[in-house]
């Protein structure tokens, strides 16, 4: 599988590559026929890359049996097959504890309430536009927080940083922490999670290290309203129910 991937990305060689995955999928079947679980998903992988969309019964056969097996990772091969249903496969994947399907878990940008660059300066629209994507991203983030801080996937824990630090400066920028449902995720520390990184790995620490930058970056999330301009809210607040009410506290 890592000659056929090299020929395959980095000697761009389309047909040394189809022989040594041919090649492999004559050990993995053997391999998933004595037992090996993992070995049903690598060579489902290996049969899309000869066959092509021709097989993609076949592949997601394979993959459906590692999973039946017990293989959770294999449904990040799903999401790899099925881009229409990926963030299913992988939700469903990482929520039995899969760190493949949960380091890519991120909220969707589809559909939220009042997109476009119209009427910035009206706190309620980008607070009800938050408010939705801050569901989307605590759905990822209660997902993440299980599988890196119970099931120990350890990089799992880059992208739990990473959203969590996206979490905070929507909360930042426009006031969430009263929302009840917000609360608990809210209240974890960015500092105290990173703590627990502090292992002898020196290549968990490096890949740690390259990484740093995105626990303070929303570059891909410049479209929300929430980071379109510094807002000031006037004497609006969002209350615990999610609702944009006036508080006179403010007067």
């Known amino acids: 599988m ?12 389309d047909d040394m590559a189809k022989t040594y995955y041919t090649q492999a999928m004559q050990f993995l079947k053997t391999q998933a026929q004595k037992g090996d ?17 021709h097989s993609k019964r076949e592949v997601m056969q394979l993959y459906q049996k590692a999973i039946d ?12 097959l099925d881009y229409e249903r990926a963030d299913d496969y992988r939700k469903q994947g990482a929520r039995l504890g899969s760190g493949e399907c949960a380091k890519f878990l991120r909220p969707s940008m589809d559909n939220l309430p009042y997109e476009g660059r119209d009427d910035l300066e009206d706190f309620k629209l980008a607070a009800t ?16 927080k299980f599988v890196a801080l119970h099931c120990r996937h350890h990089r799992v824990f880059l992208r739990l ?3 969590l630090s996206l979490a905070k400066a929507i909360n930042g920028h426009i006031g969430l922490h009263n929302v009840e449902r917000y609360e608990a995720l809210l209240e ?26 995105r626990f303070d970056a929303f570059a891909d999330y410049t479209n929300l309203r929430v980071f379109a301009k510094p807002y000031d809210s006037g004497y609006q607040r969002v209350n615990t129910d999610g609702e944009v009410e006036f508080d006179d506290s403010l007067l």
Not at 129 to 142: G, V
Not at 189 to 212: H, M, V, Y
């Open 2 to 13: 890592g000659l056929a991937e090299m020929f395959l990305y980095y000697k761009d060689d």
């Open 37 to 53: 679980v993992e070995a049903y998903a690598l060579w489902g992988i290996a049969l899309k890359e000869v066959s092509g969309y």
């Open 69 to 80: 097996l017990g293989y959770v990772d294999a449904y990040d091969c799903l999401a790899g």
């Open 129 to 144: 536009q938050a408010i939705e994507f801050m569901d989307r991203l605590m759905e990822c983030l209660k997902i993440q």
């Open 161 to 163: 940083l990473e959203n």
């Open 188 to 213: 974890l520390k960015i500092k105290e999670i990173a703590d627990t990184l502090d292992r002898p790995n020196a290549r968990f620490a490096k890949i740690l290290g390259r990484n740093q930058w």
